[in-house]
Protein backbone atom coordinates (compact mmCIF):
# COMPACT_ATOMS: atom_id res chain seq x y z
CA UNK A 1 0.00 0.00 0.00
CA UNK A 2 1.66 3.71 -1.04
CA UNK A 3 1.11 6.50 1.33
CA UNK A 4 -0.38 9.41 0.51
CA UNK A 5 0.54 12.69 2.09
CA UNK A 6 -2.71 15.11 2.73
CA UNK A 7 -3.95 17.57 -0.41
CA UNK A 8 -5.31 20.69 0.43
CA UNK A 9 -5.62 21.86 -3.28
CA UNK A 10 -6.88 19.06 -6.21
CA UNK A 11 -6.39 20.33 -9.88
CA UNK A 12 -8.23 18.74 -12.36
CA UNK A 13 -6.43 19.86 -15.83
CA UNK A 14 -5.90 18.31 -19.35
CA UNK A 15 -3.62 21.34 -20.49
CA UNK A 16 -0.34 21.23 -19.10
CA UNK A 17 0.03 24.98 -19.53
CA UNK A 18 -3.00 25.88 -18.41
CA UNK A 19 -1.84 23.23 -15.24
CA UNK A 20 0.97 25.29 -15.24
CA UNK A 21 -0.36 29.46 -15.20
CA UNK A 22 -2.53 27.71 -11.84
CA UNK A 23 0.61 26.14 -10.26
CA UNK A 24 2.62 29.64 -11.21
CA UNK A 25 -0.15 31.65 -9.94
CA UNK A 26 -0.57 30.14 -7.05
CA UNK A 27 3.14 30.36 -5.88
CA UNK A 28 2.55 34.05 -7.16
CA UNK A 29 -0.29 34.55 -4.47
CA UNK A 30 1.61 32.66 -1.88
CA UNK A 31 -0.06 29.90 -1.70
CA UNK A 32 1.84 27.25 -0.04
CA UNK A 33 -0.17 24.48 0.65
CA UNK A 34 -0.01 20.79 -0.53
CA UNK A 35 -1.27 20.83 -4.30
CA UNK A 36 -1.87 17.42 -6.61
CA UNK A 37 -2.61 17.26 -10.09
CA UNK A 38 -4.14 15.27 -12.07
CA UNK A 39 -5.03 14.93 -15.62
CA UNK A 40 -8.52 13.53 -16.45
CA UNK A 41 -11.42 13.27 -15.00
CA UNK A 42 -11.28 9.46 -14.29
CA UNK A 43 -8.24 9.73 -12.08
CA UNK A 44 -9.58 12.57 -10.40
CA UNK A 45 -12.92 9.99 -9.19
CA UNK A 46 -9.77 7.74 -8.77
CA UNK A 47 -8.00 10.00 -6.46
CA UNK A 48 -11.28 10.94 -4.81
CA UNK A 49 -13.05 7.71 -3.97
CA UNK A 50 -9.17 5.81 -3.08
CA UNK A 51 -10.03 3.46 -6.58
CA UNK A 52 -7.65 1.68 -9.26
CA UNK A 53 -3.67 2.93 -8.87
CA UNK A 54 -4.96 5.33 -5.58
CA UNK A 55 -6.76 2.26 -3.86
CA UNK A 56 -5.44 2.60 0.13
CA UNK A 57 -5.26 6.54 0.03
CA UNK A 58 -6.93 7.54 2.90
CA UNK A 59 -10.50 9.39 2.02
CA UNK A 60 -10.88 10.61 5.15
CA UNK A 61 -8.34 13.25 3.63
CA UNK A 62 -10.34 15.17 1.82
CA UNK A 63 -9.22 17.69 -0.48
CA UNK A 64 -9.64 21.53 1.31
CA UNK A 65 -10.71 22.91 -2.53
CA UNK A 66 -11.10 21.35 -6.19
CA UNK A 67 -10.31 23.48 -8.73
CA UNK A 68 -12.14 21.59 -11.95
CA UNK A 69 -12.08 22.30 -15.78
CA UNK A 70 -15.04 20.90 -17.66
CA UNK A 71 -13.52 19.73 -21.10
CA UNK A 72 -11.47 16.75 -19.88
CA UNK A 73 -11.10 13.55 -21.57
CA UNK A 74 -12.47 10.20 -20.24
CA UNK A 75 -14.34 11.54 -17.64
CA UNK A 76 -15.44 15.32 -18.04
CA UNK A 77 -15.72 18.25 -15.52
CA UNK A 78 -19.26 17.64 -15.13
CA UNK A 79 -19.49 14.15 -14.42
CA UNK A 80 -17.09 14.81 -12.25
CA UNK A 81 -18.90 17.20 -10.27
CA UNK A 82 -22.06 15.48 -10.47
CA UNK A 83 -20.40 12.26 -8.52
CA UNK A 84 -17.94 14.28 -6.11
CA UNK A 85 -21.48 16.54 -5.05
CA UNK A 86 -23.42 13.20 -4.96
CA UNK A 87 -21.25 11.22 -2.60
CA UNK A 88 -21.75 12.09 0.98
CA UNK A 89 -18.35 11.30 1.14
CA UNK A 90 -16.90 14.52 -1.01
CA UNK A 91 -20.23 16.35 -0.81
CA UNK A 92 -19.07 18.92 1.59
CA UNK A 93 -15.52 19.73 -0.57
CA UNK A 94 -15.72 23.08 -2.19
CA UNK A 95 -15.54 22.86 -6.46
CA UNK A 96 -14.02 25.46 -7.95
CA UNK A 97 -14.61 25.28 -12.34
CA UNK A 98 -12.10 26.96 -13.65
CA UNK A 99 -12.62 26.79 -17.57
CA UNK A 100 -12.89 28.38 -20.89
CA UNK A 101 -16.34 27.50 -21.64
CA UNK A 102 -18.46 30.20 -21.93
CA UNK A 103 -21.38 28.42 -22.66
CA UNK A 104 -24.71 29.08 -20.46
CA UNK A 105 -25.68 25.12 -20.30
CA UNK A 106 -22.19 24.56 -18.78
CA UNK A 107 -22.64 27.23 -16.62
CA UNK A 108 -26.29 26.32 -15.30
CA UNK A 109 -25.63 23.00 -14.93
CA UNK A 110 -22.22 23.35 -13.07
CA UNK A 111 -24.66 25.49 -10.31
CA UNK A 112 -27.50 22.64 -10.96
CA UNK A 113 -24.89 19.86 -9.12
CA UNK A 114 -23.97 21.59 -6.41
CA UNK A 115 -20.84 23.73 -7.98
CA UNK A 116 -19.31 26.61 -5.58
CA UNK A 117 -17.67 28.95 -7.59
CA UNK A 118 -17.69 29.17 -11.76
CA UNK A 119 -14.69 30.89 -13.06
CA UNK A 120 -13.67 31.25 -16.81
CA UNK A 121 -10.27 31.73 -17.35
CA UNK A 122 -9.11 34.76 -18.53
CA UNK A 123 -7.27 35.06 -21.32
CA UNK A 124 -4.67 37.37 -20.47
CA UNK A 125 -1.93 36.45 -18.28
CA UNK A 126 -1.79 38.80 -15.43
CA UNK A 127 -5.46 38.70 -14.93
CA UNK A 128 -5.18 35.06 -14.85
CA UNK A 129 -2.68 35.27 -12.17
CA UNK A 130 -5.05 37.65 -10.16
CA UNK A 131 -7.95 35.55 -10.61
CA UNK A 132 -6.03 32.37 -9.16
CA UNK A 133 -4.57 34.14 -6.40
CA UNK A 134 -7.36 35.98 -5.47
CA UNK A 135 -9.55 31.98 -5.30
CA UNK A 136 -6.48 30.26 -3.64
CA UNK A 137 -6.65 33.30 -0.86
CA UNK A 138 -10.09 32.79 -0.59
CA UNK A 139 -11.03 29.12 -0.40
CA UNK A 140 -7.70 28.07 1.27
CA UNK A 141 -7.53 30.95 3.89
CA UNK A 142 -10.34 32.86 4.61
CA UNK A 143 -13.30 29.90 3.79
CA UNK A 144 -14.50 28.32 6.74
CA UNK A 145 -15.40 24.64 5.97
CA UNK A 146 -17.52 22.25 8.05
CA UNK A 147 -14.89 19.92 10.37
Known amino acids: ???YEP???LIVEDNPSDLELTLRALKKGN???P???VSDGAEALDFLFSQGAYEGRDTAQIPKVILLDLKLPKVDGLEVLRRVKGDERTRIIPVVVL???REERDLVES???GVNSYIVKPVD????VNAVSHLGLYW????QPPR
Open 1 to 3: MKA
Open 7 to 9: VDV
Open 31 to 33: IVN
Open 35 to 37: IYS
Open 99 to 101: TSS
Open 111 to 113: YRL
Open 125 to 128: FENF
Open 140 to 143: LLLN
